[in-house]
């Protein structure tokens, strides 16, 4: 018996049909004699509507009633998923994210999980029953709702395996598991059937969008193996550890044990895949003062705001003597007030101009073998280069280069990329089942 913690996103729950086809699949882990605990994201485009009608009410909602509001999309999806798991013949029980024991501070639609003590959800699987959890949500010390912000259906997964000791989390989505770029934008691409937490993490920090950065980065601090796959197919799907799995568990587990990171590295090929972003924004600083702590106030002021910079570029000299021109990009949701933040702040930081892009995009190659393998830089500039893409900003780590080019010649650039660095699938295309990517 292997304790298995799976997750369904909203494409895998959109209707009654699909609802009732996770149900299928979950009673059928559990009659192979398996304790399994579900967690549930809201039903298809849910959580849009909600938004949305929030925004025809008020013009700026409190943030509290808008996690209560939004909290109340997978407390739908939980309790109807029970039902359906119940009638296909394996008691089930629902728990909202506080009933689960999820805690978390108060800082409403970006909370962060403080602590989990998820006591009715062991007593529940002890019990025989499935537990459905609503994922995205928690409560905090004042016994208020909050919600996890992106991702944090996945990330409740993550942590609740953890939590409990679970064997795996498999995450559930309408595409077969990571692939080497987004099959929306490359139908060519290819799946990657084993991955290591550092891979993954630089592919869901820089777009790809089928785990979160959140959920990944929580997976490799507690070391819980992540089993991404499909809830429209059988296929094995994508398996990402940094070492071998807890145990062998037939039809759950392959047979044959993960690979270790470091063999992983060694056999994995030079670039694993790519990712790409099209929800950045570049802001510019234009004629700011070339001196000692200058750049350092500067940044002061975007992390008093509480922004996240991705990509940051400075150009000393430019156009006066003196003087420095300093570009950064960051989420688009970060940039007005990025943006109030500076211009509030022009006399004390003294620079000449202020300047905002929105129509940016980053591509984003991914791969342990970056590091003993030289060239590849070479070769991706010079894919873009064949391509007609220009480069507007570079940024490196020692597995992963990101550039930023034209919003408008983001898809291009991937595919030319994907082509040069040989991923592209020489047979099937991949499929995008529910049409989301999630």
Not at 109 to 125: H, K, M, Q
């Amino acid at each position: 018996m292997a304790l298995i913690v799976q997750k369904y996103g909203g494409s895998s729950v959109s209707d009654a049909q699909a609802i009732k086809r996770v149900a299928k699949r979950v009673v059928a882990t559990a009659k192979a004699g398996h304790q399994v605990v579900v967690v549930v994201s809201a039903m298809g485009d849910t959580t849009d509507d909600l938004l949305d009608l929030a925004g025809q009410l008020a013009a700026s909602p409190s943030q509290r009633e808008m996690d209560i509001l939004l909290t109340a999309g997978e407390r739908i999806s939980m309790a109807l998923l029970a039902m359906a798991i119940t009638e296909a013949g394996i008691p089930a029980s629902a728990f909202t994210g506080p009933q689960a024991g999820i805690h978390t501070d108060a800082k409403y639609g970006r909370a962060t999980i403080t602590a989990l003590i998820p006591e009715r959800i062991a007593r529940s699987i002890k019990d025989g029953h499935v537990a459905v959890v609503a994922g995205f949500q928690g409560i905090n010390d004042f016994d208020d709702v909050t919600t996890l912000g992106r991702g944090g259906s996945d990330t409740t997964a993550v942590a609740l395996a953890q939590a409990l000791n679970a064997d795996v989390c498999e995450i559930y989505t309408d595409v077969d598991g990571l692939f080497s770029a987004d099959p929306r934008v490359v139908p060519a691409a290819h799946q990657l059937h084993r991955a290591d937490f550092e891979e993954t993490l630089e592919l869901a920090a820089h777009g790809a969008k089928v785990l979160h950065l959140r959920a990944v980065e929580f997976a490799r601090r507690y070391r819980v193996p992540l089993h991404v796959r499909s809830s429209f197919s059988d296929k094995e799907g994508t398996w990402i550890s940094d070492g071998p799995a807890k145990q062998t568990l037939r039809g759950i587990v392959p047979q044959v044990a993960l690979p270790s990171s470091k063999e992983y590295s060694v056999e994995a090929p030079i670039i694993s895949g790519i990712a790409h972003d099209r929800s950045q924004e570049k802001i510019t600083v234009v004629g700011l003062p070339d001196r000692p702590g200058a750049a350092a106030k500067l940044f002061e002021i975007v992390a008093s705001v509480g922004a996240n910079i991705d990509m940051i570029v400075q150009n000393v000299g430019i156009s006066e003597q003196g003087r420095a021109n300093v570009s950064f990009t960051l989420p688009e949701a970060d940039a007005r007030r990025t943006l109030q933040a500076i211009s509030d702040a022009k006399d004390e930081l003294s620079y000449r101009e202020l300047l905002d892009n929105r129509e940016i995009g980053i591509l984003s190659l991914v791969g342990a073998g970056m590091r003993t393998n030289p060239g590849v830089s070479a070769k991706l500039f010079g894919a873009l280069s064949e391509a007609g893409i220009n480069i507007e900003m570079i940024s490196t780590s020692e597995i992963r280069i990101s550039v930023v080019t034209n919003l408008d010649e983001l898809d291009d650039a991937v595919r030319a990329v994907h082509t040069a660095f040989g991923l592209d699938a020489s047979e099937t295309e991949a499929v995008v089942y529910g049409g989301s990517g999630r």
